[in-house]
């Protein structure tokens, strides 16, 4: 099979018949979706896809606060790169693109995003600095930022749209759109919060663990948002992964577009926005892991009784992004042997003597050997659910933590054989 090299030629063709053959098990059954105030969406294809709308431009009625983080990786996406260069105080607009990352592009990539906010900024009349902007896809492929410039021309004349159509512009292997909406009310003052989000696989945490956007329908200091943002982050985003795998162009962000004001000095209504948006990344994060790349179950790992939180990530982690684990639940064999393994190569300090271990309800390993009182029939039954909980009960102290991710089947190999295929 001959490989193609050309963003030109591979129009994530694709990534096109993964999205149409690939059905999650997953799939939301109803979208929620409305135009939003504050805020005008609009969709374009503007051809790094072969058929489906790969460009999202947001353009905000007024500059709004915000808060945004990025993917850790040393080898950050042109996006990234140019987002840190330009410090800013408000935003105007959101530009994302999908299909083609512009990661690993050296100055060129930087050029491509100077000449397309250029003339963004130019039509909305913003500084140059107030444009968000991200991309996902291929890594390494070079394009002509007038694709982009070219359907930013057509604003006048065209349409707005709704928040599906926004979550499916940003799609790449994702087998379906992720989107959370959320009702809040505070001292009889009522508002939303919602969000969109895309990623599937190379999802692992160290902030952002893919592309996210919420939105608070409320007048919020970037202050206030920034302590929103980072208190549900390690709860949430940071405890999923799907591969083990972290992207070059990860990001998260959160704006305040709304002008109703709340008193948030008084600690139960921060309280109640503060759940309210932790409830919210929670449901998206989730939706990510959920559509892992040929993904068949959903694993929850909690890891009780640590020393610290540190120790409990450290081996949640070991244990969801294990092979050896992963392939076992989805040939549903409840091996806690490979979870002992996973354990093992965290390289931290446990006394094996002390480890139980639980599928579900069914206690599988207690005090260093396999528990005589299996009942094999239960466990069996359990392992044909759709979501798998993993409990590990170190011993090791009072701390602990639950990571989420997703088993790993022929699929995923066939999807990420053929990426650019």
């Known amino acids: 099979m001959n490989k193609k090299s050309s963003t030109k030629d591979l129009g994530l063709s694709s ?3 993964l999205y149409l053959k690939n059905i999650s098990n997953f799939k939301p059954k109803k979208y929620q979706n409305f135009k939003p105030k504050g ?8 051809g790094f896809k072969n058929k489906l709308d790969d460009l999202l431009l947001i353009i905000f009625d007024n500059p709004v606060n915000f808060s945004c983080v990025y993917s ?11 987002g840190k260069q330009h410090s800013r105080k408000s935003l105007r607009a959101i530009v994302v693109n999908s299909g083609n990352a512009n990661a690993h592009t050296g100055s060129q990539g930087i050029k491509i995003i100077n000449e397309y906010v250029d003339f963004l900024s130019k039509k909305i009349n913003c500084k140059k600095n107030q444009v968000l902007v991200s991309s996902t896809g291929v890594i390494g492929e070079i394009f002509d930022p007038k694709i982009i410039i070219r359907q930013l021309a057509k604003i006048e004349n065209k349409l707005q749209t709704k928040l599906f159509e926004a979550a499916k512009a940003i799609m790449t292997t994702d087998t379906y759109p992720k989107i959370s909406v959320m009702n809040v009310t505070i001292n009889k003052t009522s508002f939303k919060i919602y ?6 696989g190379m999802i692992h945490p160290n902030m952002g663990t893919m592309l996210a956007y919420i939105f608070i329908d409320l007048d919020l200091p970037k202050n206030i948002l920034n302590k929103l943002l980072n208190s549900s982050l390690d709860k949430t985003f940071n405890s999923i992964s799907t591969d083990g795998d972290m992207s070059t162009s990860d990001t998260l962000a959160l704006f305040s577009s709304g002008t109703t004001k709340i008193n948030l000095k008084v600690k139960k209504n921060y309280q109640k926005l503060n759940t309210s ?16 790349e040929g993904i068949s179950k959903l694993i929850k790992v909690n890891v009780l009784n640590c020393k610290s939180i540190r120790q409990s990530k450290k081996v949640g982690f070991s244990i969801i992004n294990s092979p050896l684990v992963k392939t076992a639940i989805s040939g549903q064999d409840a091996n806690w042997g490979r ?7 965290s390289e931290e300090k446990i006394n094996q003597n002390k480890i139980k271990i639980y599928f579900g309800k069914n206690l599988l390993c207690k005090n260093g050997s396999i528990y005589k009182n299996i009942n094999y029939n239960k466990v069996n039954k359990y392992m044909k659910n ?4 993993i409990s590990v009960i170190l011993q090791t102290g009072k701390k602990s933590h639950t990571v989420y991710g997703n ?15």
């Open 15 to 17: 990534n096109e018949r």
């Open 39 to 46: 805020l005008k969406i609009y969709t374009f294809h503007a």
């Open 72 to 82: 850790k990786t040393s080898m950050p996406s042109a996006p990234i790169i140019w």
């Open 195 to 200: 969000g969109i989000a895309k990623g599937s």
């Open 277 to 292: 948006l932790s409830k919210l990344m929670r449901d998206l994060s989730l939706k990510i892991v959920r559509d892992g």
């Open 339 to 345: 979870v002992i393994a996973a354990i093992g190569k």
């Open 386 to 389: 759709k979501t798998i909980e």
């Open 407 to 421: 088993d790993l089947t022929n699929e995923y190999i066939r999807i990420n054989a053929y990426y650019r295929s």
